[in-house]
């Protein structure tokens, strides 16, 4: 991660004024898209998504409430903060296609940071050829605000919400999971320690996989594009950024029905696996609660299950049941137990 410490010049916001800002954040800004029409430059941008339909997504990100500045290096911040909203485009199984970004800096930021933050969220925007359209710049009187709006294309029939799962389709998530919390952990503990004492190296050998989980999340457009390409329209579909838990209940709330899951079909990454029991915490409910992975959580019709067996990033973790029969996990030991927001319900067993 040395590279993200190549700015050290110090130059004032103040000195650049607000025009002079703006078109020096945004010179380096790329399009890629036939439909974006206008990008920076005008009162407004202008989009045309043909004859698909527009997908719209917004997030406000505030330092000390969303990001800690101690430990995430402001290009990551900017990379994580675009990803995290074409993960929600994706989760509609759509195409991101555009975005607008709005940032408030106090007078702690400099120059040189703030374009750490946009070699950042540009280099999201080029992996998955994004364009950024617009955007606002203020001061503000204490630390960084973000707020980034995502639009995204699909076809109709192609658009996937969270209330289409079915009774008997099989749930499906992609990659693993519990590792971008698991990664927070590591880093809330080392800064623990660097507030105690400042001169100690911080341990994190060995833990290169997690501390990315947290720190570099991608989007999972491949997911889609492989859904895509076996010919699977899921029945409904969500990204997981505040836990799997949580996520499944959404679905089951939205699409009336119930969730049986299986504890041992849950996919952990073994470093997340050992680093969770180092801290004394059960993985699974890492995995469960953890959240910030932004994996695809999708469920699908059981006639699909040839199409998607042999795909080696997707887990089948479980299966829709009828609402009456409630959401419940099914222990490695073959416990059942409620699945609650946070995590399992371990004192109320079914
Ligand atoms: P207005 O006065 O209409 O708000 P601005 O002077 O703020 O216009 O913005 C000029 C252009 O620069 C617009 O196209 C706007 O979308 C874009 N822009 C402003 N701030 C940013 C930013 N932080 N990132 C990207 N584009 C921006
Ligand atoms: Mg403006």
Redesign the pocket.
């Known amino acids: 991660m040395s590279d993200l410490f190549e700015n050290t010049e110090r130059t004032e916001l103040s000195q650049m004024g607000?025009?002079g800002l703006?078109d020096h954040?945004?010179q380096n800004v790329k399009l890629y898209n036939s439909s974006t029409l206008k990008g920076?430059?005008?009162?407004a941008?202008v989009v045309s998504h043909g004859d698909k339909k527009t997908l719209i997504s917004t997030d406000l990100l505030i330092e000390g409430i969303h990001f800690d500045l101690m430990y995430v290096p402001l290009k990551h911040l900017g990379y994580k903060a675009i990803m995290v909203n074409l993960s929600d485009i994706c989760a509609m199984n759509g195409s991101p296609t555009q975005v607008?970004?709005?940032?408030a800096a106090s007078s702690r930021f400099s120059l040189e940071a703030l374009e750490d933050l946009y070699a950042g969220m540009l280099l999201a925007c080029d992996k998955w050829k994004v364009d950024?359209?617009?955007?606002?710049?203020s001061s503000s009187q204490k630390g960084l605000i973000i707020s980034i709006t995502v639009l995204g294309e699909a076809n109709e029939k192609d658009i996937v919400y969270r209330s289409g799962a079915k009774k008997g389709d099989l749930i499906c998530v992609s990659g693993d999971l519990g590792g971008a919390y698991m990664g927070l952990q590591m880093l809330e503990r080392e800064k623990a320690v660097f507030l105690q004492t400042p001169n100690i190296q911080p341990q994190l050998e060995g833990k290169d996989y997690i501390l990315e989980r947290q720190l570099k999340p991608d989007a999972r457009m491949d997911i889609v594009e492989m859904l895509k390409a076996l010919s699977i329209t899921p029945t409904a579909m969500i990204d997981i950024s505040d836990g799997l838990a949580s996520e499944l209940l959404h679905i089951s709330k939205q699409s009336k029905v119930g969730v049986k899951l299986y504890e041992e079909k849950i996919p952990i990454d073994p470093l997340t696996y050992d680093t969770a029991r180092e801290f004394n915490l059960d993985p699974t409910v890492c995995a469960l609660s953890g959240g910030e992975d932004y994996e695809l959580l999708f469920t699908i019709p059981q006639s699909d299950y040839d199409k998607i067996k042999g795909q080696p990033d997707i887990s089948i973790i479980g299966h829709i049941t009828d609402e009456s029969e409630g959401n419940y996990i099914v222990s490695k030991s073959g416990n059942v137990y409620e699945i609650t927001a946070q995590g399992w319900n371990a004192f109320k067993q079914a």
């Open positions: 607000e025009f703006i954040l945004t920076i430059g005008d009162d941008a607008t970004v709005s940032i950024l359209i617009g955007g606002d710049t």
